[in-house]
C-alpha cells in the first residue's frame, strides 16, 4: 500500500531549515555528488543535512577545534558512517568487512550502537564513498540510518528457545524494508548507479520532505524487554504463548531526547494503542508512519518527534486515527505483567541446541586500546569459529552457532586479551552504557564514553564495601541531555550539562518502563559518588532480597504506592527482573 503523503497540515508556521534543506535537496541529492568529486574538505549546511539520510554525520575533532581556531586552522572534519542492521544480525564474513573497513578507511574501531547498528569514526571525506560502497558490498548498508526517516529497527538479538526468534528477526526486516527510502540517490551517489532524474514520485511513501523527524521502531517480547520497546516511538511487543507468536501488542509514542531547562521537551515512554495479528504487524508500522509524517511538527525541530504529536491530542484521537486508516481489526491491547529483561551476556543454549556466547563491550567500543585487545580477540575468534553475530541494545555482542566444545576456546581467547567473562563483571559494569560524546559528537557538552570507565571503577569500589557488587543496577552515562545511552529508564543516569557537570537521574530500572526522577543537578565527575553515597548506603542497607537501585528509591520515596493508588495498577518491582541475568 502507498498512500501519497498528505501536504504538511502545518503550514502556517514557517518550516524549519532542515524542512527546507530536504525539499530543495532532490530526493536526498543536494549537491553531495559535486561536493565528493572536489578537493573540498566538508560539505555545507544542505548537504550535512542530506547526507544524514546515507548514513554519515558530518563531524569534527572537538579536541582540536579550539587549536585549530586560533592558528586560524579549518576544523578537522572526518565522518561518522552508520550502519543500519535489523535486528543486529550479520554473519562472520559482515563482520570480518566491517573490521577490515574501519581498519583501512576510518580510525580502526567499530561500535556497537545503543539501537544494534555498527558505527565507523574518523573517515575522512575521500574516504567516504569507498567506505559506503564497501559495507554494500557486504549486502549491508547505511542508508536510513540517520536522518528523518524509519532508523535501524531493533529486534532481540538472541536465538535462545523461550520465543520464536527467527520471526521476530523477520518482522524487523519486513519492517526495515517497508519504511526504507526508495530514492534512487543512494544508488547514484556511493554504488555509481545510474543517475535518473529525482521526481516525488521517486519516493511515494515519503515525498519530498520525508518525515518530520527521526523515527524509531523495534520489535521485542513480552518475554523479553531486551530492546527497551517503550524508548520507541513505535514498538511492536510480540505477545508470546508457549514459545510461538501470538500477535503484538503495538505501542507508540516513546522517546528520550529532551533539553535541559526548557519544560516544554520531556521524555516519554510508549504506551500500548492495541493488538494486531502477526499478518498487519509491518503494516501497523507503516501507519504510525503515515500519521507521524502527515501531522508531525515541521516547524520546531525539538516538537518534531511522535511523542509531541501524541502529547498534543492524546491517546484516544491518535488511536481514532490508526484505526480510521486501518484495513484490519485493531483489538484491545493483551494486558501484560511487567516485561522481563535479559542482557544475553555469558553462555547460553540456543533453540537449535548449538550456543551463544555473549560478550561485554564497554560502551559498544571494539578496539584494542586500555589494556585490552578485545578487536584482535573478536576478530581470532570470528575468523576461526566463524559464528553469526548479534549486535545487542545494549552495546553487546553476541557470537552465536557454536558447538558446546568451542566455548572453552572463545572464553580463553577474550581472557588471554584482557576480557573477562560477563560472570566476573559487577552488575554496575555489565549493565552499563554510554553514548560517544566527545570528542566525535558535536552536540556533546561533557564527555562521556571516556570518562564511565573511571566513574564504574570508583562505583564498583564502593558497592563493593556495601555488599551489593551483584545487586541490579544499570548506570547509565551521556554528554547531553539528548539521551542516546537511553539515561532515562535507568537505575542511575549521569546527563551532561557542561564541560564537567552532570545532572543525575534515579529511579528507572534494567525493565526500562518507569522514567526516572533528577535527583541532584551539575555534579563534577569527581562528586558524581560522593553525592550518591548515602542513597547507595541505604539501599545496601534496607533493600528487599532481588531490589534494584531504582525500585528501591521509588519504594523510599513512595511513588510507586502513590502511583499505584492513582493508576490503580501496580508499579514494576524488580523481584520480578529474572536473577538469571546475573548468573
Ligand atoms: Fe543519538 C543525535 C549517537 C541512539 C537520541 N546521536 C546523535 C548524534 C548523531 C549527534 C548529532 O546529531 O550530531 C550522535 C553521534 C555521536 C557520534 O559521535 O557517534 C548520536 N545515538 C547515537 C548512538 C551512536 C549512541 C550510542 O552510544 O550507541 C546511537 C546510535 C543508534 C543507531 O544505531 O541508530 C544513538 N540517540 C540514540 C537513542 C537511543 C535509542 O534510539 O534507542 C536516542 C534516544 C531515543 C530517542 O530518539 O528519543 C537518541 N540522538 C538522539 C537525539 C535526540 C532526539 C530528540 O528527539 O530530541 C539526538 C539529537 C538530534 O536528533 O537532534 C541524537
Ligand atoms: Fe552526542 Fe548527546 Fe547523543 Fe551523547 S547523548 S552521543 S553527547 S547527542
Given at each position: 500500500?502507498?498512500?501519497?503523503?498528505?501536504?504538511?497540515?502545518?503550514?502556517?508556521?514557517?518550516?524549519?531549515?532542515?524542512?527546507?534543506?530536504?525539499?530543495?535537496?532532490?530526493?536526498?541529492?543536494?549537491?553531495?555528488?559535486?561536493?565528493?568529486?572536489?578537493?573540498?574538505?566538508?560539505?555545507s549546511?544542505?548537504?550535512?543535512?542530506?547526507?544524514k539520510?546515507?548514513?554519515?554525520?558530518?563531524?569534527?575533532?572537538?579536541?582540536?577545534?579550539r587549536?585549530?581556531?586560533?592558528?586560524?586552522?579549518e576544523?578537522?572534519?572526518?565522518?561518522m558512517?552508520?550502519?543500519?542492521?535489523?535486528?543486529?544480525?550479520?554473519?562472520?564474513?559482515?563482520?570480518?568487512?566491517?573490521?577490515?573497513?574501519?581498519?583501512?578507511?576510518?580510525?580502526?574501531?567499530?561500535?556497537?550502537?545503543?539501537?544494534?547498528?555498527?558505527?565507523f569514526?574518523?573517515?575522512?571525506?575521500?574516504?567516504?564513498?569507498?567506505?559506503?560502497?564497501?559495507?554494500?558490498?557486504?549486502?549491508?548498508?547505511?542508508?536510513?540510518?540517520?536522518?528523518?526517516?524509519?532508523?535501524?529497527?531493533?529486534?532481540?538479538?538472541?536465538?535462545?528457545?523461550?520465543?520464536?526468534?527467527?520471526?521476530?528477526?523477520?518482522?524487523?526486516?519486513?519492517?526495515?524494508?517497508?519504511?526504507?527510502?526508495?530514492?534512487?540517490?543512494?544508488h547514484?551517489?556511493?554504488?555509481?548507479?545510474?543517475?535518473?532524474?529525482?521526481?516525488?514520485?521517486?519516493?511515494?511513501?515519503?515525498?519530498s520532505?520525508?518525515?518530520?523527524?527521526k523515527?524509531?521502531?523495534?520489535?521485542?517480547?513480552?518475554?523479553?524487554?531486551?530492546?527497551?520497546?517503550?524508548?520507541?516511538?513505535?514498538?511492536?511487543?510480540?505477545?508470546?504463548?508457549?514459545?510461538?507468536?501470538?500477535?503484538?501488542?503495538?505501542?507508540?509514542?516513546g522517546?528520550?531526547?529532551?533539553?535541559?531547562?526548557?519544560?516544554?521537551?520531556?521524555?516519554?515512554?510508549?504506551?500500548?494503542?492495541?493488538?494486531?495479528?502477526?499478518?498487519?504487524?509491518?503494516?501497523?508500522?507503516?501507519?504510525?508512519?503515515?500519521?507521524?509524517?502527515?501531522?508531525?511538527?515541521?516547524?520546531?525541530?525539538?516538537?518534531?518527534r511522535?511523542?509531541?504529536?501524541?502529547?498534543?491530542?492524546?491517546?484516544?484521537?491518535?488511536?481514532?486515527?490508526?484505526?480510521r486508516?486501518?484495513?484490519?481489526d485493531?483489538?484491545?491491547?493483551?494486558?501484560?505483567?511487567?516485561?522481563?529483561?535479559?542482557?544475553h551476556?555469558?553462555?547460553?543454549?540456543?533453540?537449535?541446541?548449538?550456543?551463544?556466547?555473549g560478550?561485554?563491550?564497554?560502551?559498544?567500543?571494539?578496539?584494542?586500546?586500555?589494556?585490552?585487545?578485545?578487536?584482535?580477540?573478536?576478530?581470532?575468534?570470528?575468523?576461526?569459529?566463524?559464528?553469526?553475530?548479534?549486535?545487542?541494545?545494549?552495546?553487546?555482542?553476541l557470537?552465536?552457532?557454536?558447538?558446546?566444545?568451542?566455548?572453552?576456546?572463545?572464553?580463553?581467547?577474550?581472557?588471554?586479551?584482557?576480557?573477562?567473562?560477563?560472570?566476573?563483571?559487577?552488575?554496575?559494569?555489565?549493565?552499563?552504557?554510554?553514548?560517544?560524546?566527545?570528542?566525535?559528537?558535536?552536540l556533546?557538552?561533557?564527555?562521556?564514553?571516556?570518562?564511565?570507565?573511571?566513574?564504574?571503577?570508583?562505583?564498583?569500589?564502593e558497592?563493593?564495601?556495601?555488599?551489593?557488587?551483584?545487586?541490579?543496577?544499570?548506570?547509565?552515562?551521556?554528554?547531553?541531555?539528548n539521551?542516546?545511552?537511553?539515561?532515562y529508564?535507568?537505575?542511575?543516569?549521569?546527563?551532561?550539562?557542561?564541560?564537567?557537570l552532570?545532572?543525575?537521574?534515579?529511579?528507572?530500572?534494567?525493565?526500562?518502563?518507569?522514567?526516572?526522577?533528577?535527583?541532584?543537578?551539575d555534579?563534577?565527575?569527581?562528586?558524581?559518588?560522593?553525592?550518591?553515597?548515602?542513597?547507595?548506603?541505604?539501599?545496601?542497607?534496607?533493600?528487599?532480597?532481588?531490589?534494584?537501585?531504582?525500585?528501591?528509591?521509588?519504594?523510599?520515596?513512595?511513588?510507586?504506592?502513590?502511583?499505584?493508588?492513582?493508576?490503580?495498577?501496580e508499579?514494576?518491582?524488580?523481584?520480578r527482573?529474572p536473577?538469571?541475568?546475573?548468573?
Open positions: 500500500m502507498s498512500e501519497q503523503p498528505a501536504a504538511p497540515s502545518r503550514a502556517q508556521k514557517p518550516e524549519s531549515k532542515v524542512e527546507v534543506a530536504k525539499r530543495r535537496g532532490r530526493q536526498l541529492r543536494g549537491t553531495i555528488g559535486e561536493v565528493l568529486a572536489s578537493d573540498r574538505s566538508h560539505f549546511h544542505d548537504d550535512v543535512q542530506l547526507l539520510f546515507h548514513g554519515t554525520y558530518q563531524q569534527d575533532d572537538r579536541d582540536t577545534r587549536q585549530r581556531e586560533t592558528a586560524g586552522l576544523k578537522a572534519y572526518s565522518f558512517v552508520r550502519v543500519a542492521i535489523p535486528a543486529g544480525a550479520l554473519d562472520a564474513d559482515q563482520y570480518l568487512a566491517l573490521e577490515s573497513i574501519a581498519d583501512r578507511h576510518a580510525n580502526g574501531t567499530l561500535r556497537v550502537t545503543t539501537r544494534q547498528g555498527f558505527q569514526h574518523g573517515i575522512l571525506k575521500g574516504d567516504l564513498k569507498a567506505a559506503i560502497a564497501e559495507v554494500n558490498e557486504e549486502l549491508l548498508t547505511t542508508i536510513s540510518a540517520c536522518g528523518d526517516v524509519q532508523r535501524n529497527v531493533m529486534g532481540c538479538a538472541a536465538p535462545l528457545a523461550d520465543a520464536d526468534h527467527a520471526a521476530v528477526r523477520a518482522v524487523a526486516d519486513a519492517v526495515a524494508l517497508e519504511l526504507r527510502p526508495a530514492s534512487k540517490a543512494y547514484e551517489l556511493w554504488l555509481d548507479g545510474e543517475k535518473v532524474a529525482s521526481s516525488q514520485a521517486e519516493e511515494p511513501f515519503y515525498g520532505q520525508y518525515l518530520p523527524r523515527f524509531k521502531s523495534a520489535v521485542g517480547l513480552s518475554v523479553d524487554n531486551c530492546v527497551d520497546i517503550h524508548a520507541q516511538d513505535v514498538g511492536l511487543l510480540a505477545i508470546v504463548e508457549q514459545g510461538r507468536i501470538r500477535g503484538f501488542n503495538l505501542l507508540v509514542g522517546g528520550l531526547g529532551m533539553t535541559h531547562n526548557k519544560g516544554d521537551t520531556m521524555a516519554a515512554l510508549a504506551e500500548p494503542l492495541g493488538f494486531v495479528a502477526t499478518e498487519h504487524a509491518v503494516e501497523s508500522v507503516r501507519l504510525v508512519a503515515a500519521i507521524f509524517r502527515d501531522h508531525g511538527e515541521r516547524a520546531d525541530r525539538r516538537h518534531a511522535l511523542k509531541y504529536l501524541i502529547a498534543e491530542w492524546g491517546m484516544p484521537k491518535f488511536r481514532d486515527e490508526f484505526v486508516r486501518a484495513t484490519f485493531v483489538l484491545p491491547p493483551v494486558p501484560l505483567p511487567p516485561l522481563p529483561f535479559h542482557d551476556l555469558g553462555r547460553h543454549r540456543q533453540a537449535d541446541g548449538r550456543w551463544f556466547y560478550v561485554f563491550i564497554q560502551s559498544g567500543r571494539i578496539a584494542d586500546q586500555d589494556g585490552s585487545r578485545l578487536k584482535t580477540a573478536l576478530h581470532e575468534i570470528v575468523a576461526r569459529f566463524r559464528p553469526g553475530i548479534r549486535l545487542s541494545a545494549q552495546q553487546n555482542l557470537l552465536t552457532d557454536l558447538d558446546a566444545a568451542s566455548l572453552d576456546a572463545v572464553e580463553q581467547i577474550l581472557r588471554d586479551h584482557g576480557t573477562a567473562p560477563a560472570t566476573e563483571l559487577s552488575a554496575a559494569r555489565r549493565f552499563s552504557m554510554a553514548c560517544p560524546a566527545l570528542p566525535t559528537c558535536g556533546a557538552v561533557a564527555e562521556s564514553e571516556r570518562v564511565i570507565p573511571e566513574v564504574l571503577n570508583r562505583f564498583e569500589a558497592l563493593e564495601s556495601l555488599g551489593v557488587r551483584n545487586a541490579p543496577l544499570t548506570i547509565r552515562m551521556t554528554g547531553c541531555p539521551g542516546c545511552a537511553r539515561p529508564t535507568a537505575d542511575l543516569a549521569f546527563v551532561g550539562r557542561s564541560l564537567n552532570y545532572n543525575v537521574y534515579v529511579g528507572g530500572g534494567l525493565a526500562g518502563d518507569r522514567l526516572v526522577d533528577l535527583y541532584r543537578a555534579v563534577t565527575t569527581e562528586e558524581l559518588l560522593p553525592a550518591l553515597r548515602p542513597l547507595l548506603a541505604r539501599w545496601a542497607a534496607e533493600r528487599h532480597d532481588g531490589e534494584g537501585l531504582g525500585d528501591f528509591y521509588q519504594r523510599l520515596m513512595g511513588i510507586r504506592a502513590r502511583r499505584a493508588a492513582l493508576t490503580g495498577r508499579e514494576p518491582t524488580a523481584e527482573v536473577m538469571g541475568v546475573l548468573q
